[in-house]
Nanobody, 119 residues
Framework: QVQVVESGGGLVQAGGSLRLSCTAS????????MGWFRQAPGKEREFVAAWRGHGARNYRDSVTGRFTISRDNAKKAVYLQMNSLKLEDTAVYYC?????????????WGQGTQVTVSL
């Protein structure tokens, strides 16, 4: 079982920045795909960004150019730098892992961290 823990959420004004962090208790963390997802009130959970085991990174269109995913394998951590935040970025953000590295089956999830963007 992999423990996933997110941190770094909070309240920020539109146009501001936040950095989310996520750690995973995986022995072979460097092989895992790591992803960020979010769920806004009344909406389904949606993909935000992922860093797959082979190094490929991808983002949903609405955050491309504003959000950056990075990882530190030595710290078993992945980060989501969020800049130019918009009201519509308000959501609970979840970190997830896929031990296969492919980023197709997100088996382990964190509890989520709230991000609220205000005017």
């Amino acid at each position: 079982q992999v423990q996933v823990v997110e941190s770094g959420g909070g309240l920020v004004q539109a146009g501001g920045s936040l950095r989310l962090s996520c750690t995973a208790s995986a022995q072979t963390f460097e092989k895992y795909a790591m992803g960020w997802f979010r769920q806004a009130p009344g909406k389904e959970r949606e993909f935000v960004a992922a860093w797959r085991g082979h190094g490929a990174r991808n983002y949903r269109d609405s955050v491309t150019g504003r959000f950056t995913i990075s990882r530190d394998n030595a710290k078993k951590a992945v980060y989501l730098q969020m800049n130019s935040l918009k009201l519509e970025d308000t959501a609970v953000y979840y970190c997830a892992t896929d031990p296969t590295g492919l980023g197709l089956r997100w088996n382990f999830w964190g509890q989520g961290t709230q991000v609220t963007v205000s005017l």
